[in-house]
């Protein structure tokens, strides 16, 4: 072979080599998975980022307040501390303990959420299995219109349900039982009662989602299981009972878990109905409202001499002091949260709503 | 015992990162030694035009230095050599002629580039022409960069290509995939501002960590088409 050939081979080799490289490049099959998998990285990518963003945004303020809970309010104006108190200090819960009227407010709340939630699991499951199961005449519109309570905001009838329970009456009853030309009074300060009977009528707070909730799941379930509960001599409140609410338990958990913490943070209604009553019924969120003059104003009457004056006066401390009341406030949810996480979570995936 | 250790993840980090300072360091000395030394001596100012040449030698040996520990990192990625010392003067001498064109083609390029930079980088404020020719020869540059990084992978993988097919293939590797051709690029803009400020890292891994990252992020589809080049050209 002469030097000449030789290199004619090699050359025609290379070029050999780079088409079918080249043509292994523009294979349409390898670009399609190619493509899929940038694709599904991408997506992993942005998840990723919304995740660790939406995470940072809620944890953030969460680890602040803890950091600023536990801060001296000697500290409060020194710019080198950003998280780690140099004087670590419980003098903010105490103070906020105080104002907060605490121990009394959180066994009110507690039992008022506790109590709030068992009449809405009663009333809306029952709302909810006659809408999925008990065909009536308007059965449909009523639903919507019970729906409609969702989407009109609860201000716009507020005056209305003002005049309607100050003067409660069904037929007359009340104001012929008391021999009066009114009815009865509902609301006002350490009633708590108006609260339990408005869960009960389908009036809690978002009742109608619980009810459309309920609804849906009931829809979902099988007619042989009532069918077979029918055959058995059930009659609707046996089959509701025994057959239909033991399967409920996911949406039941979750309308549990949905109701205390709403009615936990309710202050719309507490205001309104005026439930609130500073020294015989106080409620966590209405004692936190009146934060910051409260806190002020406990400070400059009672004297209390554990900070020095002129912190007193300072408006960060009167902050510091709301700060450490709001955490301290949803500190028992916080904790409930960590043991009951795993239902919380399953609830959200069931419902797609967020507490 | 020892078995184990060897086969620790603890001892391949540190048995790698002892192979990218064999070859950061061989690098250094391939193409910096006469300025290393230089910089040594005493120089009378009689010499002191010593100084503007000193650096010349360095244009025959940085690039295939450069491809020489590619080529090493890519051989023992692909499980082929474990050696380092051998196969790294191997490699320089196998890639050299190959490297050196690659050197000439980039010098010719850099030179119109580097005269096109300043002219335009000291104009650009004063009409949109000018702000459009900077933005137009940064981003030649970016191209540049980005073809000559996988120009040196290809003619690594696939011995034996014209150069202008091996450019070619660089190019379309180059833009195919864009992000990975984007994160080298950061990986290497990384390693540079690191061993700007750091002077250890500058001498121990300025320049085969960001080439072992290079190799390491191209591996699979390079090795896919390695793979079959090699059972269809054996």
């Given amino acids: ?5 030789k290199f004619q081979n090699l050359k025609k080799a290379a070029i050999d080599k780079y088409n079918y490289i080249k043509e292994d490049l523009s294979n349409p099959l390898h670009r399609a998975v190619k493509l899929q998998k940038v694709s599904d990285k991408a997506v992993a990518i942005l998840r990723a980022v919304i995740i660790f963003g939406l995470a940072f945004i809620i944890i953030f ?14 500290d409060l104006n ?42 809405q699991i009663a009333c809306t499951s029952l709302a909810g299995y006659a809408f999925a199961r008990l065909r009536f005449k308007g059965s449909n519109i009523l639903f919507w219109l019970i729906m409609l309570t969702l989407i009109i905001p609860p201000q716009a009838f507020a005056v209305s349900r003002m005049l ?108 309104l109905l005026g439930v609130n009553d500073d020294k015989t019924f106080p409620l966590l969120t209405m004692q936190l409202l009146k934060g910051a003059e409260w806190a ?23 902050a510091l002091i709301v700060n450490t009341a709001a955490f301290i406030s949803m500190l028992p949810l916080l904790l409930a949260y960590l043991f009951v996480q795993r239902l919380f979570v399953e609830g959200i995936e069931r419902t797609g709503i967020v507490g | ?67 020489s520990v590619v080529d090493t990192i890519r051989g ?36 119109p580039l580097y005269n096109s930079f300043t002219v335009f980088n000291s104009l650009k404020t004063q009409s949109i022409a000018n702000a459009i020719g900077y933005i137009l020869t940064i981003s030649l540059v970016v191209i540049i960069i980005f073809i000559t990084m996988h120009l040196i992978l290809v003619v690594t993988y696939f011995r034996d290509l014209r150069l202008i097919d091996a450019f070619k293939l660089a190019a379309t590797f180059a833009f195919k995939d864009i992000f990975g051709s984007i994160l080298i690029l950061a990986a290497f803009a990384v390693a540079l501002i690191i061993a700007y400020l750091n002077s250890w890292f500058l001498v121990l891994f300025s320049i085969s960590l960001p080439l072992y990252a290079l190799v390491k992020i191209t591996k699979s589809k390079y090795k896919r088409i390695y793979d079959r080049v090699e059972n269809n050209f054996k």
């Avoid at chain 1, 003098?91 to 605490?102: D, M, P, Q, V, W």
């Fill in chain 1, 164 to 271: 309607f329970f100050s003067d409660f009456d069904i037929f007359g009853i009340f104001a012929a039982l008391r021999g009066s030309d009114r009815g009865l009074t509902i609301g006002g300060a350490g009633k708590d009662g108006v609260f339990y009977l408005l869960s009960l009528t389908g009036q809690g707070v978002k009742s109608a989602l619980f009810v459309y909730l309920f609804r849906q799941f009931f829809r979902g379930l099988p007619l042989e299981l009532e069918e077979s509960a029918q055959i058995d001599g059930a009659g609707i409140l046996r089959t509701f009972w025994s057959v239909m609410l033991p399967n409920a338990r996911g949406v039941v958990t979750t309308v549990a878990l949905f109701a205390f913490v709403w009615q936990w943070n309710d202050v719309y209604y507490t205001q």
């Fill in chain 2, 76 to 111: 023992y990625e692909l499980g082929l050599d474990d050696r380092v010392f051998k196969t790294f003067l191997i490699n320089f001498s196998k890639n050299y002629r190959v490297s050196m064109k690659i050197s000439v083609i980039l010098l010719i390029v850099a030179i």
């Fill in chain 1, 296 to 318: 002020q104003a406990l400070l400059n009457l009672t004297g209390l001499n554990i900070v020095d004056g002129e912190s007193q006066t300072d408006p960060k401390f009167t």
């Fill in chain 1, 78 to 119: 020194d710019s080198t501390i950003v998280w780690i108190p140099k004087q670590w200090s419980l003098i903010n819960f105490e103070i906020s303990i105080k104002f907060l009227n605490y121990w009394k407010s959180l066994w009110n709340n507690i039992r008022v959420s506790t109590i709030v939630t068992i009449c």
């Fill in chain 2, 1 to 67: 015992m020892l078995k184990k250790f060897f086969a620790s993840k603890l001892y391949r980090i540190f048995d790698y990162a002892m192979r990218l300072i064999l070859l950061n360091v061989m690098t250094f000395i391939a193409s910096l030694l006469l300025p290393l030394l230089w910089s040594l001596i005493e120089v009378s100012p009689t010499f002191e035009w010593v100084n503007d040449i000193i650096f010349i030698p360095m244009f025959f040996t940085l690039i295939p230095s450069i491809v």
């Fill in chain 1, 61 to 74: 303020p969460i680890f602040q307040q803890i950091s600023l809970a536990f801060r001296h309010p000697a």
């Fill in chain 1, 1 to 5: 072979m002469t030097k000449d050939n």
